[in-house]
């Protein structure tokens, strides 16, 4: 009986759907073949002429052959031979190669980085445990030339990808299944990151009869609604999507759950089950079955310890090398604001730091002297989100100040107050004390660590980010930070202030 009313409802939900709109079918094995073929072979082209370089500049261009031969008798050709292979075998054996890493940012770079080292320290063992007499300047290049020039060409091919996804190719097609608030929030998240790759052609929301032509307005999107939790089903067979996005557990439960990843089998379509939490870094999403059911434990975020210590370092490193390289143009900035305006070189502002204890955050005077007590004046005239003041056009921005701006160079005394532990390099944003009286409690949580030269607000658009996007960005960072992310952030800002960008 329950079976034939299961049976009744399936075919139910396949008239239903047979009568809603046609949906352009994007399918990802139009793609994925040759991006995976494409990311072999780039790989190789680097791991080979990384090793090959490696034995030629230790031992000479001109004896690189079947007879090179270590003092102890190595024959390093075909050593070379068996890294590339064993280096190649270990990226394909952690997954560096699936369709699901490309493009992941962080966890991509990462994954690489942790099986290069693991790599050649399985090396480093064999050689100890068999004493064998390698040739130390052979690794010491084939490592971080190899290691630099896989960051390097996935770093090159994301790019490519994103700028692809983001004029509508190497899509993955997505249906998703769940109530109509948590639909419209993760298809206004894949509409809002294109970059992702991830295109909704159809929802499925419990309750819902599936009547002809129904559609739900997502942003730009109009979607097809196929039925409710049990057209899933037919629902593919109509819009071929490529993954099934649940966020309706409590309608389905684990048995529909299990139920449903059965059906799927026969399709190839992968089906993913949203947490309904946001802004969560990986590495803080852990799996670990409890009492047979899967559960996601959200780790904390971590402050303290060894990690804050780490990164203090890095940051009095980072700052003392960054204020040595650009002493020069720190030198002719100065000279340049002296000459052409009055006033003083630098301009000091009270902010908020970690903790809300406040500090004098110090920049290159980019505006007239005085140009605090023309605030008031100006105040009609704010294009700034939120509580923060920004004039596209601000009067009182000098002529070296408009340039000095535009790349950031008004920014670089803030390394000082790295060296005075008032900031680190990378962070959110440093807050004014007026501002805090208009956050909320939540907001508050920026404060935890200290504000940065640069962050994730830097590299997303600078000024022209709306007030509630700048403070996702700082609380994502808060709540996620490493100093991979740092990394990335740092070449981001990098990039981002060569092209001037956002900054006015």
Request: aromatic content about 8%.
């Amino acid at each position: 009986m329950v079976s034939i009313t299961r049976e009744a409802t399936r075919t139910r939900a396949r008239r239903k759907v047979a009568m809603a709109q046609p949906v352009t079918r994007v399918s990802r094995k139009d793609w994925e073949p040759a991006l995976i073929r494409r990311t072999w072979i780039t790989d190789t082209i680097v791991i080979a002429a990384s090793v090959a370089a490696a034995q030629a500049l230790r031992f000479g261009a001109l004896h690189v052959n079947v007879s090179t031969k270590s003092h102890a008798g190595l024959n390093y050709t075909l050593f070379s031979i068996l890294l590339i292979v064993a280096w190649i075998g270990a990226l394909v054996a952690n997954g560096t190669h699936t369709p699901r890493v490309f493009g992941s940012g962080p966890d991509e770079y990462r994954l690489i980085i942790s099986t290069t080292c693991w790599l050649f320290g399985v090396v480093a063992i064999v050689a100890l445990l068999f004493q064998l007499d390698f040739a130390r300047g052979y690794l010491a290049i084939a490592f971080p030339v190899g290691l630099a020039g896989l960051l390097w060409s996935r770093w090159v091919s994301r790019r490519s990808i994103a700028h692809r996804r983001e004029r509508g190719e190497n899509q993955t097609s997505v249906l998703l299944v769940g109530r109509e608030r948590a639909v419209r929030e993760v298809a206004l998240q894949f509409e809002q990151s294109l970059a992702s790759g991830h295109r909704v052609v159809g929802v499925c929301v419990p309750g819902h009869e599936g009547q002809p032509g129904a559609t739900m307005i997502v942003g730009e999107q109009k979607l097809p609604i196929f039925g409710d939790e049990h057209s899933v089903i037919a629902a593919l067979e109509h819009c071929g999507a490529d993954t099934v996005a649940v966020t309706a557990t409590e309608e389905l439960g684990h048995e529909g759950l299990r139920k449903l990843m059965w059906e799927l089998d026969p399709y190839d379509v992968d089906m993913v089950v949203s947490p309904g939490v946001c802004d969560i870094a990986g590495p803080r999403l852990v799996m670990r079955p409890v009492a047979g059911m899967p559960l996601i434990h959200v780790e904390k975020p971590t402050y303290e310890g060894a990690k804050r210590w780490g990164k203090l370092a890095f940051d009095l490193s980072f700052a003392t090398f960054a204020l040595l390289v650009v002493a020069p143009i720190m030198v002719l900035t100065a000279l340049a604001i002296k000459l052409t305006s009055k006033g003083p070189v630098f301009y000091r502002q009270t902010r908020v730091g970690a903790d809300g204890k406040e500090f004098q955050m110090l920049k290159f005077r980019s505006m007239v002297a005085g140009a605090d007590m023309m605030l008031s004046d100006l105040l009609a005239y704010n294009e700034g989100a939120g509580a923060l003041f920004k004039i596209r056009e601000d009067p009182r921005v000098t002529r070296v100040g408009k340039f000095i701006r535009r790349f950031s160079i008004d920014e670089l005394p803030q390394f000082i107050n790295v060296l005075r532990r008032e900031m680190s390099v990378v962070g959110p944003r440093p807050p004014l004390p007026r501002e805090l009286d208009s956050w909320g409690n939540e907001v508050h949580r920026r404060l935890l660590v200290k504000p940065g030269v640069t962050g994730l607000w830097q590299v997303s658009g600078r000024s022209d980010l709306s007030w509630e996007e700048s403070v996702r960005l700082d609380l994502s960072y808060v709540e996620n930070w490493s100093m991979v992310g740092d990394l990335l952030i740092i070449v981001k800002t990098l990039r981002a202030v060569t092209a001037g960008e956002g900054a006015y």
